[in-house]
């Protein structure tokens, strides 16, 4: 592959790019791209490419809505009655209970890493984050971050910046999961107004697909106002490590 360093241009034109519809096609491309102009053009037909299904999955439940209000006002005419169906109501949710006193430490239990499982909960209760501090743990933490940033990059509603408050909606998790395994939902079809929904959906895959224990409790992160930065830490570590068992991320040095 030439460079533009040596002259050269990229191998591949973003008319090309455009006409693929494949994430998995454009994710591998971008892992194994070098050049600085080829990655920008990849990149940018990952974004357009989760823009167009998003906007075509929003069109189609516009259509399904406008369907429904239809048929509401139809069936509320034949019985003398109104019948109001709106987007508003139909993605109304429960409201969450609010916290009293300390929240719950189960949302980041301690694990076994020898057998990658769960610890009892009898054990959890007393228990705090695992402390995520060791001699090089600031140089650890900031390559995690940076990793988190790159391969979350082209996910639009996604921007890491820290191990708290940019995790707090659940959208980052699935980013960073459907980085990896993009056939296991559809990323644009997430509602960042759903947070318990995306914790769930991020850790289960995980889980199923990585063999990453779950570490996190979405019921727990949503009861935070942000979540502990030392247990996303440290749940981002063991999900990194499950990648790297796999043959997923190719290093010389974990994190």
Same mark, same amino acid.
């Given at each position: 592959?030439?460079?533009?360093a ?11 790019l ?66 109001s ?13 609010k ?22 909960? !009898?054990?959890?209760? +007393?228990?705090?984050? @695992?402390?995520?501090? =060791? ?5 650890? %933490? ?12 082209p ?20 980013a ?29 895959? !995980?889980?199923?697909? +990585?063999?990453?224990? @779950?570490?996190?409790? =979405?019921?727990?992160?949503?009861r935070? %106002?942000?979540p ?28």
């Amino acid at each position: 592959m030439e460079s533009k360093a040596d002259g050269g241009s990229p191998s591949i034109t973003s008319e090309e790019l455009a006409a693929i519809e494949d994430e998995d096609i454009l994710n591998k491309m971008l892992d194994n791209a070098s050049d600085f102009e080829e990655r920008r053009m990849i990149r940018a037909a990952l974004r357009d490419l989760l823009k167009k299904k998003r906007d075509k999955r929003e069109q189609e439940r516009g259509s399904r809505q406008q369907d429904l209000r239809q048929q509401g006002l139809s069936k509320s005419g034949s019985m003398g009655g109104t019948v109001s169906i709106g987007r508003a109501s139909m993605n109304q949710q429960p409201p969450t209970n609010k916290p009293t006193g300390q929240p719950s430490l189960s949302a980041c239990p301690p694990f076994n890493r020898s057998g990658g499982g769960r610890v009892g909960p !009898a054990t959890v209760s +007393a228990q705090k984050c @695992p402390q995520a501090v =060791a001699p090089n743990a600031k140089n650890v %933490k900031q390559m995690l971050l940076d990793w988190c940033r790159a391969k979350t990059e082209p996910y639009e509603g996604v921007d890491i910046q820290n191990f708290s408050s940019s995790w707090k909606d659940g959208i980052a998790f699935c980013a960073l999961v459907h980085r990896f395994f993009p056939d296991a939902f559809e990323y644009s079809i997430l509602n960042p107004n759903k947070p318990r929904d995306n914790f769930q959906l991020a850790f289960s895959t !995980a889980e199923r697909l +990585a063999g990453c224990p @779950p570490l996190l409790d =979405a019921d727990d992160l949503v009861r935070m %106002k942000e979540p502990d930065w030392k247990c996303v830490y440290t749940y981002i570590q063991e999900f990194y490590r499950c990648l790297v068992e796999k043959g997923l991320v190719k290093t010389k040095k974990r994190p």
